[in-house]
């Protein structure tokens, strides 16, 4: 039970524990990659929820009806693929790594490009209730982590 316990924190967070019988984990050894992508989530999640708030608070029909047929519906469809690739990614066998980190590399670009666009982001960081939205930025900068991960 125990030794499962540790493969997953190994393999999904990336930490290796230090045992007297284990061998020092070699210089390929790679990160975790979901971790990054867990912090850029959770803030771009915390901005959602309080833009819903105030799309639901300004008693508008058309911000309620947005607000009700869900804002985190959006980034659900637009991150699917790419949250599907770090999961592939981070649970990779080293005969596996290569093809899953190409994988993520076309799935983060992908996700530039769409950042890049602006669209429906870009509307929502712009929302006229004050709500400060800086999605675009957070999943940026968890790209770049991701991206420094890959080619270290």
Known sequence: MIDDKRAWVERVLGVVFASKTAAAPSPAAKAALMPFWRDAKEAVDGQ??????????SNHPLATAIADQGLSALGDRIFVGF?????????????????????????????????????????????PYGVNVTMRAEIARALDRIDAILVS
């Open 48 to 57: 959602i929820t309080a833009l819903t708030t105030a799309f639901r608070g």
């Open 83 to 127: 949250i599907a690739s770090l999961f592939d990614y981070d649970g990779a066998t080293p005969a596996t790594r290569t093809s899953a980190r190409k994988a993520v590399e076309v799935r983060t670009a992908e996700l530039r490009e769409k950042l890049a666009e602006g669209g429906l982001l870009a509307l929502l960081e712009r929302n």
